[in-house]
């Protein structure tokens, strides 16, 4: 009889296409924006978490800032509310293995570097080993900046492909061994270049031209320290939770530690520590509750859908009020017509469902190639949309089937 039926119903849906096409839009469009949502956010979600995971989980971010915020106490930061390289020290010997590495950088500043009619913007940094590892840079020639040239203060420098590009064509040969000049804040740094890196667009460019965009140049830390001022002196720092160490313990402890050592009597600032780790969470979180409402808009479109489908579904029953009547007057049960008309909102919707998968497929991959994330739905987000419209065909369907089995056959044989 389940054979049978779903044969009756196509039957029917393929003697009224259009009718069956409408009926069937509001579940596509219901399928089809809760796929595209799931697409887009799903690819969204994995590249912001992706980015955040790069930076490393065990990643502990220490900084200084104002002690309340009372404007009388309030002041320009002196040379003793900074941190030092003697803190930092202390910070290694007192808590051992349980930290791996401090990251340290110098933003020296911005420059735009010329060549002919060429040019390229230029962000230069000075970065310690340990920072420069949690970069991850991607070399494509020469080398990377070692422990060696942070010690004999090498004049040397990393410079991104982009930058080859624009100013040796993309000749990462010809780039290896030449020099950079950069001019900042009127003073002049020459580097040499011994190492190409491949640059990744980590999405905050957007609104710039590709000729606009400013890649880094970066320099060994310990060269960087003697160019700017106040070299030796630190407002922020990362630190990298040894193996074993949990991050957000250690991070309570480190705050305490340098809040209750060094900044106690301290009348205007002290430090703050963050770790990644409970960052991560807290974007997570942030993220799927983002995507759980754009889903509930999204199923929104689909309960009007499936109103739709039980609206068409009392009409196709009024029309076939004698097809009823001759199937009960045959011996057809409640049973039988209850079942036959459950399973053609059931089709509907499934085949709606289908529709609607693959039209939001098409859609949200559209929208994340446009806006340059990668990404596709879920085979679970997709199986769950295809039992989600058989559930909706179901329970729409279920009244105007039971409003059918309740007919007496002997009113719907003399029905017009």
Same mark, same amino acid.
Request: proline share 1%; aromatic share 8%.
């Given at each position: 009889?389940?054979?049978?039926? %779903?044969?009756l ?10 009718r069956?096409?409408? =009926? ?6 219901g ?13 969204? !979600? ?30 320009e ?5 900074y941190?030092?390289?003697e803190m930092?020290? *202390? @910070?290694?010997? =007192?808590?051992?293995?349980? %930290? ?7 933003? &020296?500043?911005?420059? $735009?570097? +010329?060549?002919?009619k ?5 962000? @230069?940094k ?22 060696? *040239?942070?010690? =004999? ?18 000749? +990462?040969?010809a780039?290896?061994?030449? +020099?950079?000049?950069?001019?900042? *804040?009127?003073k002049?740094?020459?580097y ?6 491949q /640059? ?12 606009? %965009?400013?890649?880094?140049?970066y &320099? ?36 305490? /530690?340098? !809040? ?13 520590? /963050? ?8 974007? !997570? ?17 689909l ?8 609206n068409i ?8 009020? $004698? ?11 409640? !049973?039988d017509i ?15 469902g289908?529709i ?11 929208? =994340? ?10 085979v ?12 909706f065909?179901?329970?729409f ?20």
């Open positions: 009889m389940l054979v049978e039926n %779903i044969k119903c196509l039957t029917g849906l393929m003697a009224n296409k259009i069956t096409f409408l =009926t069937m839009l509001g579940i596509i469009i399928i089809a924006a809760m796929i595209a949502i799931m697409t887009v956010s799903d690819a969204m !979600n994995s590249s912001v978490m992706n980015s955040m995971g790069s930076m490393g989980a065990d990643k502990i971010e220490v900084f200084i800032m104002q002690k309340g915020y009372d404007e009388s106490t309030s002041r930061m002196k040379t003793k509310d941190f030092t390289d930092l020290d *202390d @910070l290694k010997q =007192t808590f051992g293995n349980r %930290i791996s590495g401090i990251a340290l950088s110098k933003d &020296i500043g911005s420059s $735009r570097i +010329e060549k002919g060429s040019y390229a913007n230029i962000q @230069l000075g970065l310690n080993p340990t920072a420069l590892k949690s970069e991850n840079l991607s070399m494509l020639k020469g080398r990377s900046i070692t422990e060696k *040239d942070e010690e =004999t203060l090498s004049k040397i420098a990393l410079v991104s492909d982009k930058y080859v590009e624009k100013i040796f064509g993309g000749d +990462e040969k780039a290896l061994g030449s +020099e950079i000049e950069v001019l900042v *804040d009127n002049y740094y020459t040499t270049i011994v190492g190409v890196y /640059y990744i667009d980590s999405g905050m460019s957007a609104g710039f031209s590709q000729n606009d %965009i400013s890649t880094n140049v &320099i060994p830390f310990a060269v960087a320290k003697m160019q700017v001022e106040k070299g030796d002196l630190y407002d922020e720092f990362s630190l990298k939770a040894g193996e074993g160490t949990d991050p957000d313990t250690l991070c309570f402890e480190v705050q305490n /530690y340098i !809040n209750t050592k060094y900044y106690e009597d301290n009348d205007a600032y002290e430090s703050y520590a /963050y770790s990644m780790k409970a960052q991560l969470k807290q974007m !997570n979180s942030m993220l799927s509750t983002q995507k759980n409402a754009f889903m509930a808009i999204g199923a929104i479109a309960l009007v859908g499936g109103i739709g489908v039980m579904m009392i009409v196709s029953i009024t029309e076939r009020t $004698r097809e009823i009547g001759t199937r009960k007057a045959l011996g057809a049960t409640n !049973n209850r079942l036959q008309f459950i399973i053609e909102a059931m089709v509907i919707c499934l085949l709606g289908i609607g998968i693959i039209t939001g497929l098409l859609f949200g991959m559209a929208a =994340t190639k446009v806006m340059g994330y990668q990404g596709t739905a879920s679970a987000g997709i199986l769950a949309c295809v039992l989600f419209s058989m559930a065909g179901l329970f369907g279920y009244y105007p089937a039971n409003k059918a089995a309740k007919m007496n056959p002997i009113e719907a044989l003399r029905y017009e």
